[in-house]
C-alpha cells in the first residue's frame, strides 16, 4: 500500500539545524501529511501538517522554528528544524492521510492512517 519513507534525523548540538525528508507514494487526489514525534514512554506529538489545499499548522512547541513544505513534484515533502532544543528530541515520523487535513490532523495521531517507520533526532547541550 501507501509507503512513507522518512530520513535526515541525527545528533546534533542545541541551536544547530536538521532538515527531514519524507517521500511518500500515495493515489488520492485529497491528501493531508505531515510529522508526528514521540518520545520513548510518552504520548505522539503532532509537529506539523501540509494538506493538499496547501495550508500548513504546527504545534506551538515549534512555531517560528520549523517548517514544513513540499519538493515541487510532489513526492516529497520536509521538515526544517531550526534553534533546535534539547527537548526536540525524539522519534520522528512521517505521516500521511487520504483526506485533507483538518485540526484533528494534527491534535489527534489517530486521524493520520498512514506512518513511516521514523528517524531519531536528538540534541545534546
Known amino acids: 500500500q501507501e509507503r512513507l519513507v522518512e530520513s535526515g534525523g541525527g545528533s546534533v548540538q542545541a541551536g544547530e539545524s536538521l532538515k527531514l525528508s519524507c517521500t511518500f507514494s500515495?493515489?488520492?487526489?485529497?491528501?493531508?501529511v505531515g510529522w508526528y514525534r514521540q518520545v520513548q514512554g510518552e504520548e505522539r506529538e503532532g509537529v506539523a501538517t501540509l494538506s493538499s489545499i496547501g495550508t500548513v499548522s504546527y504545534s506551538d512547541s515549534v512555531k517560528g522554528r520549523f517548517t514544513v513544505s513540499q519538493e515541487n513534484g510532489k513526492k516529497t515533502f520536509y521538515l526544517q528544524m531550526n534553534d533546535l532544543k534539547p527537548e526536540d528530541s525524539a522519534m520522528y515520523y512521517c505521516v500521511a492521510d487520504s483526506e485533507r487535513c483538518r485540526d484533528e490532523h494534527l491534535a489527534i495521531a489517530a486521524f493520520m492512517d498512514y506512518w513511516g517507520k521514523g528517524t531519531q533526532v536528538t540534541v545534546f547541550s
Open positions: 500515495y493515489p488520492y487526489p485529497n491528501w493531508c
